[in-house]
Each structure stands twice: as C-alpha cells, then as structure tokens.
C-alpha cells in the first residue's frame, strides 16, 4: 500500500507535469514546483478526487490559501484522519 506521501507525489507529479525526485515535502508548489493559481486550484480537487475513498472532504478556499508546500497538503490530509 503507497504511503499517503508516495500518494500525493503522484497526484503532483500528474497535475503539475514535474519529475517524481522533484517532489518533496518541503517543496513549494510554487516556488519549486512552478505552479500558477490555476494548477493550484486543479490540484486541489485531484486531491479531493485521489483521497475520495479515504475520507469524505472538501478543500476549502481558506484551506487551499494555507497550502503552499507538499508538507502543508500532508498536514491538511492528516487533519482529515488521512495519514
């Protein structure tokens, strides 16, 4: 079974068309991973759609405003009983 980690780096590296090695914890999606408001508004809801049948959830605007690196998506997963 992926790790909640291995799971989000795919969906990342699906989203926003980057190398695996490139996705890391502290990366930040902007910054690093060179994402604009709209792939982050994509990623938000391949999140959502990824993690459908672990919890049921939705990412909020205030949440996704909180999210700038992978570690932040982790966090907000884990606040969802996802980890």
Do not use: C, W, Y
């Not at 408001?37 to 459908?52: C, K, M, N």
């Amino acid at each position: 079974m992926a790790t909640v980690l291995e799971r989000v780096r795919e969906v990342v590296v699906k989203q926003l068309k980057v190398n695996a090695d490139e996705v890391k914890p502290e990366a930040n999606l902007i910054d690093d991973l060179r994402a604009d408001s709209l792939d982050i508004v994509d990623l938000t809801i391949a999140i959502e759609e990824a993690f459908a049948d672990d919890a049921e959830f939705e990412i909020r605007d205030e949440d996704a405003e909180n999210i700038h690196t992978v570690q932040d998506i982790l966090d907000f997963l884990a606040t969802q009983g996802i980890s």
